[in-house]
């Protein structure tokens, strides 16, 4: 089975912060950003060796500084825009939270696109 992987940082994101800086000067209400690198693997039926098996390879994975989760399904997560390349490639998840850390509607993820998030001669959102 295919499954989506998320490897975020668990050491402060200076792009994240960035991002999330320049969103609220363009109108954007967030207070954080989050960001992870989505990538798909065949689990085999196993996610424990699909975990080890993305933690070992230290191309993608380094333990000092990222943490690393399994998708339930292959589909952005409340709140979160994939950002992909339209010639295929590592997807980068955004996920934009409110000041209770409240995800954001689809309306202020669809700003956040437009914005800055995404350069559609190159990329495109999945929601």
Known sequence: MMRAVAIGLKIPDNTAFTAAV??????VAVERVERSE???FDDGGDVPAL???VTADETIFNPNKHRVTVLDEAVPRPGEVWIEPLEGGVAIAWRLLA???AVLDRE?????VERLLCNPAIERAVY
Not at 22 to 27: C, D, K, P, T, V
Request: aromatic content about 4%; hydrophobic content about 50%; glycine content about 4%.
């Open 22 to 27: 320049a969103l609220r000067r363009l109108g």
């Open 38 to 40: 989505i990538r798909f």
């Open 51 to 53: 975990i080890e098996r």
């Open 99 to 101: 000041h209770d850390d």
């Open 108 to 112: 202020a993820l669809r700003a956040a």
